[in-house]
């Protein structure tokens, strides 16, 4: 396989999640903890937007909130599955 196509593995602490949504939002709520309950487990990094605060998010977004990236690519919406989180930060 060519060293351009091969899927190089980051190892937890390197990955990013981000949690997509917007205050007063009960799935977000949900969402938020299990993202942090994760992260905390596999010392991946978390941070959180508001798309009520950001156009773009906005547009691209409000649909599905909660929405989760990881490294900047989208992983999931709506309902977090903790496991599958953890499976994807430990590729």
């Given at each position: 396989m060519s060293p351009?196509?091969?899927r190089t593995k980051k190892k937890a602490g390197e990955r990013v999640v981000t949690l997509i949504g917007k205050p007063g939002c009960h799935l977000c709520d949900d969402a938020r903890e299990v993202v942090?309950?994760?992260?905390?487990?596999?010392?991946?990094?978390?941070?959180?937007?508001?798309?009520t605060r950001d156009e773009?998010?906005?547009r691209?977004?409000?649909e599905q909130i909660p929405v989760v990236?990881?490294?900047?690519e989208q992983h999931t919406f709506w309902r977090v599955d903790g496991e599958r989180l953890?499976?994807?930060?430990?590729e």
């Open positions: 351009l196509l091969r942090a309950s994760v992260c905390e487990r596999t010392g991946a990094s978390w941070e959180e937007k508001d798309i773009e998010l906005h691209a977004y409000w990236l990881v490294d900047g953890r499976r994807a930060l430990e």
